[in-house]
């Protein structure tokens, strides 16, 4: 009897340890869900929002958008970026089934020069992640002024990387691409990679504004050159979407 007594005893200990932990555990899930939806840029459930500042799971959240065509134009159509999907053009390697107007900037005021180039859907999300989070803090705080234009070399071109006959073919090929060549602000400022890049001494807020995008450019491009690069990208930065295995990044 006295056994009975004892075992009872264990095992409603046992219960009320188990219940406490139980407990515990839902007050944690309740209070992680609760955080997380405080701070959906962290949640890898949430959609990709442009209001969202970075957070540990946006990387995965672009990859996502430069990996699935649906995903990105969503992303788009989230961010009011009126996006006008092309036909399909072209054959081979160059064919270009993903091809609509870049159209990210133009929506946040701010006029691309030449206009409407085409590029691919991830593109296009890239430039509105990288004006958003990357272009326009970076000009706040070096130039003291919005940029209101940023000047371009081109998104398509079928051809090799280098222009040679052999070798990778370039991300140009399919329109999934863009080179950056200049910003100008509100009050009138032109700044270039081929002019300023280097002007550490002479202008080094401009150095240091084209340094920092080229920076903020590497989280929703999958591969950023500048002029640290080699000698072919002196005068402009080149931003591609890329898909890799295992989704490494390259960002000179």
């Given at each position: 009897?006295?056994?009975?007594?004892?075992?009872?005893?264990?095992?409603?200990?046992?219960?009320?340890?188990?219940?406490l932990?139980?407990?515990?555990?839902?007050?944690?899930l309740?209070?992680?869900?609760?955080?997380?939806?405080?701070?959906?840029?962290?949640?890898p459930?949430?959609?990709?929002?442009?209001?969202d500042?970075?957070?540990?799971?946006?990387?995965?959240?672009?990859?996502a958008?430069?990996?699935?065509?649906?995903t990105?134009?969503?992303f788009?159509?989230?961010s009011?970026?009126?996006?006008?999907?092309?036909p399909?053009?072209?054959?081979?390697?160059?064919?270009?089934?993903?091809?609509e107007?870049v159209?990210?900037?133009?929506?946040?005021?701010?006029?691309?020069?030449?206009?409407?180039?085409?590029?691919?859907?991830?593109?296009?999300?890239?430039?509105?992640?990288?004006l958003?989070?990357?272009?326009?803090?970076?000009?706040?705080?070096?130039?003291?002024?919005?940029v209101?234009?940023i000047?371009?070399?081109g998104?398509?071109?079928?051809?090799?990387i280098?222009?040679?006959?052999?070798?990778?073919?370039?991300?140009h090929?399919t329109?999934?691409?863009?080179?950056?060549?200049a910003?100008?602000?509100?009050?009138?400022?032109?700044?270039?990679?081929?002019?300023?890049?280097?002007?550490?001494?002479?202008?080094?807020?401009?150095?240091?504004?084209?340094?920092?995008?080229?920076d903020?450019?590497?989280?929703?491009?999958?591969?950023?050159?500048?002029?640290?690069?080699?000698?072919?990208h002196?005068?402009?930065?080149?931003?591609d979407?890329?898909?890799?295995?295992g989704?490494?990044?390259?960002?000179h």
């Amino acid at each position: 009897m006295r056994w009975r007594k004892g075992m009872r005893a264990r095992l409603l200990s046992l219960f009320d340890h188990g219940l406490l932990v139980l407990l515990l555990v839902a007050s944690l899930l309740l209070t992680g869900r609760a955080w997380l939806h405080d701070h959906p840029e962290d949640d890898p459930w949430a959609p990709l929002s442009l209001r969202d500042p970075p957070g540990w799971a946006t990387g995965r959240k672009l990859a996502a958008v430069r990996a699935d065509l649906p995903t990105c134009r969503a992303f788009l159509e989230r961010s009011d970026i009126p996006a006008e999907p092309l036909p399909a053009v072209g054959s081979g390697i160059c064919r270009r089934s993903d091809r609509e107007r870049v159209a990210s900037l133009a929506a946040a005021d701010v006029a691309l020069r030449p206009r409407n180039p085409q590029a691919t859907c991830a593109v296009d999300a890239g430039l509105a992640y990288w004006l958003r989070h990357g272009v326009q803090p970076a000009a706040r705080l070096f130039l003291h002024s919005p940029v209101v234009r940023i000047e371009q070399l081109g998104t398509y071109n079928c051809r090799r990387i280098g222009g040679g006959k052999t070798g990778t073919w370039s991300q140009h090929s399919t329109g999934n691409a863009i080179d950056i060549s200049a910003f100008v602000t509100a009050d009138g400022q032109r700044v270039t990679v081929l002019g300023d890049w280097k002007a550490k001494a002479s202008q080094p807020e401009r150095s240091a504004f084209l340094h920092a995008v080229r920076d903020a450019a590497c989280m929703p491009f999958s591969t950023v050159l500048s002029p640290d690069y080699n000698a072919a990208h002196a005068n402009h930065l080149h931003l591609d979407q890329a898909r890799r295995t295992g989704g490494w990044k390259a960002c000179h």
